[in-house]
T-cell receptor, first 113, second 113 residues
Framework: GDSVTQTEGPVTLSEGTSLTVNCSYE??????LFWYVQYPGEGPQLLFK?????EKGSNRGFEATYNKEATSFHLQKASVQESDSAVYYC????????????FGKGTSLVVHP | ETAVFQTPNYHVTQVGNEVSFNCKQT?????MYWYKQDSKKLLKIMFS???????VNETVPRRFSPQSSDKAHLNLRIKSVEPEDSAVYLC????????????FGPGTRLTVL
């Protein structure tokens, strides 16, 4: 079956430093890749998605490139802020349908001022 | 306002009781889901519905029973709750198809004493 592996948290950073959350995936199909973010007390929300290999997604200063050869989709941000403190999920869904998307275990990010 | 709504926000109950959670989406989506999120933020899919039809039924104890009256509503009943049922239950919806993202509700936090 499909699987997603991402950086184990918590990741603790100071404001202004750079962030990388690694995400690797396994699937026999050609998936759409997603990053979701979950703030305390809320449900996860889409950060961005990328449906095609070699394309980049971005939102709120976060970005990730769909690397089909390396089966990776690493999340990066050049300069984090305290408001970025949240749990980040990498996920995939296969082209045949999204009835059972696959999520990584989530990476908790804590940013100190 | 278009979104995914869940009730109640919190529920505290004792072992052996029955509980019910409700979910409604006003996004016009055809597919709805129930997820269980544990204390380590791990997201585990439980059920997926498409147009009131059960599509995905993961390995979930039989005391869990979902119900959908129409494509906008999805409920979850738990008969005879157990301590390990303590978690956040997240409802989500999406358009049908592999490339579509999910929209999550805020969750219902269940505590079983």
């Amino acid at each position: 079956g499909d699987s997603v592996t991402q950086t184990e948290g918590p990741v603790t950073l100071s404001e202004g430093t750079s962030l990388t959350v690694n995400c690797s995936y396994e699937t026999k199909q050609y998936p759409t890749l997603f990053w979701y973010v979950q703030y305390p007390g809320e449900g996860p929300q889409l950060l961005f998605k990328v449906p095609k290999a070699n394309e980049k997604g971005s939102n709120r200063g976060f970005e990730a490139t769909y690397n089909k050869e390396a089966t990776s989709f690493h999340l990066q941000k050049a300069s984090v802020q305290e408001s970025d403190s949240a749990v980040y999920y990498c996920a995939l869904s296969d082209p045949g349908g999204n009835y059972k998307p696959t999520f990584g275990k989530g990476t908790s990010l804590v940013v100190h001022p | 306002e278009t979104a995914v709504f869940q009730t109640p926000n919190y529920h505290v109950t004792q072992v052996g009781n029955e509980v019910s959670f409700n979910c409604k989406q006003t996004l016009g989506h055809d597919t709805m889901y129930w997820y269980k999120q544990d204390s380590k933020k791990l997201l585990k899919i439980m059920f997926s519905y498409n147009n009131k039809q059960l599509i995905v039924n993961e390995t979930v104890p039989r005391r869990f029973s979902p119900q959908s009256s129409d494509k906008a509503h999805l409920n979850l009943r738990i008969k005879s709750v157990e301590p390990e049922d303590s978690a956040v239950y997240l409802c989500a919806s999406s358009q049908t198809g592999g490339g579509y993202e999910q929209y999550f509700g805020p969750g219902t936090r269940l505590t079983v004493l």
